[in-house]
């Protein structure tokens, strides 16, 4: 089809509050597939015919199966703080067009062709976008032609992008990169954490030096030349040695235990936790109201667990656990424990409250398990790196008091849901235009990362999740655990924002699980289970997913709700998994 220039609304420019138009233009390559191939585009299951077409002589067609929703993609250089409007036309049904990490479009039935658009403005620092689309898993092939991306596009003369950045060493205060070359005349490379220089460089590759031990860092590359500065490669995550042991399991199991109620499970003794379980999560510390950060813990009664041991007795059993190396750590929240910090007196109450807990039971450490409303992430606070949400802020105070007031053994994990992390791929909470808390664990991890033990989250009661391959995963196959785990040790672009969340090491990240069909949404049988750890820690088996932040020898384990719901199922996760975690090298 023949290439097409729209009058639409045009890039805007924001210079002292004010915004500027910009010239529009198509920056799209090969916006039509004229060339009569897929020149410029990255396809899975994509060809071009010349049958049926919305102008011109070719279109592109997306054979959908029930596997592969057949993408396509196309990178290019933008402008930072810049809008853009999308469009395309497209024939088919449930067919999408979208911005990685941005908004997207659809039509869940076109039976000849039907145009589809969508607006974005760019981040601070962005000078890359992604625009794709896809059908959907089932349905028939789609036909997609005359794209368009209106706006000015980068700097012309200057190199393309470098490639994807690999670290190729770390010490106690070093990380070291290498990156594919970029194309173009090239004078040398800059190397960027955010969106500071960090370093500049003639070849393709650098070394960070002066960071501290045990601390976490994302970095990109941009080419440059006489004219300008290349758009930034993709991001990649490091992390400096030197952390200190926790005395965990390399390979650890981890279970909440109904402390305070038996939800129909039955009660457990602590005592007769099985040894298997290396961290035990008592659930739950709860509020006395939802704004008071005054957390109690309220051991089950004898008139719902008739076999309850007493304060003497479950004091005992945590000691023992403890001297044959288990952590034992109270978990504030669940699914009823709403806790929002909106006020410093809060935040004081919380360290107050937690640390009576912590003192009275000679407790490990602290599991948060913030559900429901507990986080949310106010308009215009879009910068995860430096929230301004006062639940957020505060939170993030208290576990830092806390942390220092224990010292380095003090054990922190933390259980979020999907929505509260990796739905922050497309949608961030403080960007506007969808639900506030989408993403807001993500400021909560990122300032705690470098004191945070396991981070597990729950890949159950989850929706599909988009991953990094721009495919929706969806939970009960080892294909979720796989994607989901991937993005938290890869890390990812937080929506539209322009920045990247980093990585985190792979003994920082377990992944969520429910011990039994009874106890959530998404149970994965064993075999699948057994999959997703193959391909995470050994880079095996992995169906076909391409690993963005290569296999996790280190990967830390598996957290079930819950021991109870396992023990009611004959301890069918326990017998599984713990061999299997056991014997991964």
Not at 11 to 40: C, H, R
Not at 491 to 510: E, K, M
Request: proline content about 5%; aromatic content about 10%.
């Amino acid at each position: 089809m023949r290439a097409r220039w729209l009058a639409v609304v045009v890039g805007v420019l924001l210079a002292a509050g004010v915004t500027v138009p910009a010239q529009a233009a198509n920056i799209l390559s090969n916006p039509g597939f004229e060339s009569g191939s897929l020149s410029g585009w990255s396809c899975s299951g994509g060809s071009v015919v010349s049958s049926p077409t919305h102008s011109g002589g070719f279109a592109l067609n997306g054979a959908v199966t029930s596997s592969d929703y057949a993408q396509c993609s196309q990178t290019v250089s933008v402008q930072p703080n810049t809008a853009y409007t999308l469009s395309g036309w497209v024939r088919g049904s449930y067919v999408y067009l979208g911005v990685t990490g941005g908004p997207s479009s659809w039509t869940p039935s076109a039976a000849s062709f039907t145009q589809l658009s969508l607006s974005f403005t760019t981040g601070a620092s962005q000078t890359s976008a992604q625009i794709y689309m896809h059908g959907w898993y089932g349905q028939p092939a789609y036909q997609a032609d005359d794209f368009s991306l209106d706006g000015p596009g980068g700097t012309p003369g200057a190199p393309t992008a470098p490639g994807t950045p690999t670290v190729t060493s770390a010490t106690n205060s070093a990380i070291s990169l290498s990156w594919p070359a970029a194309t173009g005349t090239v004078t040398g490379y800059r190397v960027y954490e955010g969106t500071s220089v960090v370093q500049t460089v003639a070849g393709t590759t650098a070394t960070i030096s002066g960071l501290a031990a045990c601390s976490s860092h994302s970095y990109t590359v941009a080419a440059y030349n006489s004219v300008g500065e290349s758009a930034r490669s993709a991001a990649t995550s490091g992390t400096t040695g030197g952390c200190t042991s926790t005395g965990l399991a390399k390979h650890a199991l981890i279970g909440y235990v109904h402390a305070s109620f038996a939800n129909g499970s039955g009660y457990v003794r602590m005592a007769d936790v099985p040894d298997q379980w290396d961290i035990v999560d008592l659930a739950f510390g709860e509020p006395t109201s939802v704004t008071s950060g005054d957390i109690r813990f309220n051991r089950c009664p004898a008139s719902e667990c008739p076999n309850v041991e007493s304060d003497a007795e479950f004091i005992a059993a945590i000691r023992a656990k403890q001297a044959a190396g288990k952590k034992v750590l109270i978990s504030i929240g669940g699914a009823n424990g709403q806790v929002q910090l909106t006020t410093t007196a809060a935040r004081d109450a919380f360290v107050s409250s937690v640390s009576a807990i912590i003192d009275r039971y000679g407790l490990d450490g602290l599991d948060i398990d913030f559900e429901g409303h507990s986080l949310y992430l106010n308009a215009g606070d879009t910068d995860f790196r430096n929230p301004t949400t006062p639940v957020i802020v505060n939170l993030i105070s208290a576990l830092k008091t806390l942390k220092a007031k224990y010292g380095s053994g003090f054990v922190l994990t933390m259980a979020p849901e999907t929505f509260f992390v990796q739905v922050g791929y497309q949608f961030y909470g403080g960007a506007g235009g969808g639900d506030n808390r989408t993403g807001s664990y993500l400021p909560v991890i990122h300032a705690m990362r470098d004191s945070l033990t396991v981070l597990h989250v729950q890949d159950y009661n989850s929706g599909p999740v988009m991953g990094l391959d721009n495919q929706y995963h969806n939970m009960g196959g080892a294909d979720f655990h796989i994607a989901m785990t991937d993005m938290v040790k890869a890390g990812f672009p937080v929506a539209n924002t322009g920045q990247t969340f980093p990585g985190l090491r792979d003994d920082q990240i377990g992944i969520g699980l429910p011990a039994a069909v009874s106890a959530g949404n998404g149970y994965t049988a064993p075999a699948a289970v057994h999959q997703a750890l193959d391909c995470l820690v050994k880079g095996q088996n992995c169906g076909g997913y391409s690993l963005r932040g290569g296999a996790s020898p280190g990967f830390r384990g598996l957290m079930t709700w819950s021991i109870n719901w396992d023990h009611y199922y004959n301890w069918e996760f326990q017998n599984n998994h713990a061999p299997y975690l056991d014997a991964l090298p």
